[in-house]
């Protein structure tokens, strides 16, 4: 079986709306310079348009050649729920090995290039090699913060996820009739924006609730904590100031 160099990588991680996505590509290591031939390097520098190009050819090449990619979103509402119970980077890692799990099989050899993640990096690298050593012991993992920079493989994971997370992103901003930014908070249409999404009896469904600056706006206008999200619907929390009746009613 011949080497393969694993890419993985993820886009939105700070918005406060609209989802993360992760995502990853596995090609035989021979193709890695086709792979940059095509364009494939970091996201962030190119242009929606530029990288909007290169992920067709991404995609086109993966049917001409044995490349196996991968997408995974993940809703505002799902993080929120999933924050509950785990850390952000607990949830990236669990997606990021699913996404490696996804292009390779139990006996796949070669290279994972991941970018690190979150506050603690050299933590969120060991997880990763932990976890991965365990479900596929003919990889290894080779992680970097700002890998998508520097291995091709990375870098067309972060055009990926990116270009799958803009779709999203005007997608949100179609459903709900205007431009709601990129999503991030030090956007100044993202946060004209989330004033209006919290202006009803919950926060809108694309908001993520438990974002700082989602927070604080609810609180803002509605002088009381956000609601938190559940499985089972929102639940109101009551502010702590609230006066109650001898019965525990409102």
Not at 62 to 89: G, M, Q, T
Request: proline share 4%; hydrophobic share 35%.
């Amino acid at each position: 079986m011949s080497s393969v160099v694993i890419g993985v990588d993820e886009a939105g991680r700070g918005p406060a709306i609209g989802p993360l996505v992760v995502s990853s590509i596995c090609i035989p290591s021979g193709d890695l310079l086709h792979l940059e031939s095509i364009g494939a390097k970091d996201s962030k520098i190119m242009s929606s348009k530029k990288r909007t190009a290169v992920e067709s050819s991404i995609l086109r090449e993966s049917k001409k050649r044995d490349w196996r990619v991968c997408r995974i979103p993940i809703s505002a509402k799902s993080i929120d729920e999933e924050r509950a119970v785990k850390s952000l980077n607990s949830i990236e890692i669990e997606r990021f090995v699913q996404a490696i799990l996804e292009v390779s099989d139990y006996d796949s050899t070669g290279w994972v290039h991941v970018d690190l993640l979150g506050n603690d990096p050299s933590n969120f690298s060991k997880m990763m090699r932990k976890k991965i050593s365990e479900l596929r012991p003919g990889l290894q993992v080779k992680s970097e913060i700002g890998m998508d920079g520097i291995c091709a493989s990375t870098g067309a994971a972060s055009i990926l996820a990116k270009v799958m997370r803009d779709s999203r992103i005007s997608e949100i901003s179609d459903e709900v009739g205007f431009n709601v930014g990129s999503g991030y908070p030090s956007d100044s249409k993202t946060v004209d924006a989330i004033r209006i999404l919290t202006s009803g009896d919950t926060p809108n469904t694309n908001l993520r609730w438990t974002w700082s600056t989602v927070s604080r706006i609810w609180s803002e206008r509605h002088n009381g904590p956000v609601p938190i999200r559940t499985s089972k619907g929102a639940l109101i929390q009551q502010p702590l100031n609230s006066s109650f009746s001898e019965d525990g009613v409102r």
